[in-house]
């Protein structure tokens, strides 16, 4: 019994490897198993893609485009802490639900091709938006935004690679981090 081919396009072949990520990794998804899956032979995949390395980018962005539609969705009604809190679970949650997906946000180098950094821009334009009801300069809430998209990176990375290994409640580490950034954005509040 022969596979049935899949109609592709470049919307296809993205969303094909976004399945593959999340279920099987980010290191599962390639040319060869996205051929594989679509029933045609590698070569047609380069009508949509020039390779793995433009998927991984394409990856990347829709990754950072679900992540601020979330964070978005997430600060709505909110202010300061519970604000921060917010965009944390968001953060979290999108990434426990895409981990594949978001694993292609650290393939791309960040700088050096405009769409990735115009997409990263947006994520961390969300979050300084989530700290407008502190009392910071421009300065201030840029470099607060970058500092907790570190962090938030870092934690759900971290969990996500497994890299937390103390036997202690993640449910409460992430509040806990949310906690000690807000008392200290409260330090520079003027």
């Known amino acids: 019994m022969t596979q049935q081919k899949i ?15 999340d279920s099987e990794g980010i290191d599962a998804v390639t040319l ?5 899956d679509a029933g045609v032979k590698q070569p047609a995949l380069y009508r949509h893609v020039t390779g793995i390395e433009e998927l991984w980018t ?11 539609i979330d964070l978005t969705n997430a600060i709505a009604n909110t202010t300061r802490d519970s604000a921060v809190l917010a ?4 953060w979290r949650g999108f990434v426990q639900e895409h981990p ?6 650290d393939r791309v180098p960040s700088v050096g091709d405009l ?3 115009l997409s990263l ?18 300065s201030q809430r840029a470099h607060c935004a970058r500092t907790l998209r570190s962090a938030l990176h870092g934690f759900c990375v971290l969990e996500k690679d497994e890299g937390h290994p103390e036997p202690y409640a993640l ?20």
Not at 100 to 105: C, H, K, Q, V
């Open 115 to 117: 769409d990735i950094e």
């Open 7 to 21: 109609r592709l396009s470049r919307a296809t072949v993205i969303e094909m490897a976004a399945i593959i990520a």
């Open 171 to 190: 449910d409460k580490s992430l509040p806990q981090l949310v906690e000690l950034f807000c008392r200290g954005i409260e330090t520079l509040e003027s």
């Open 58 to 68: 394409l990856l990347s962005l829709r990754a950072r485009d679900l992540l601020v």
């Open 32 to 36: 060869s198993r996205i051929a594989l």
């Open 100 to 105: 594949g997906l978001y694993s292609a946000t």
């Open 121 to 138: 821009a947006r994520v961390v334009a969300v979050l300084a938006q989530s700290l407008d009801g502190y009392q910071l300069s421009a």
């Open 87 to 90: 965009v944390a679970h968001a």
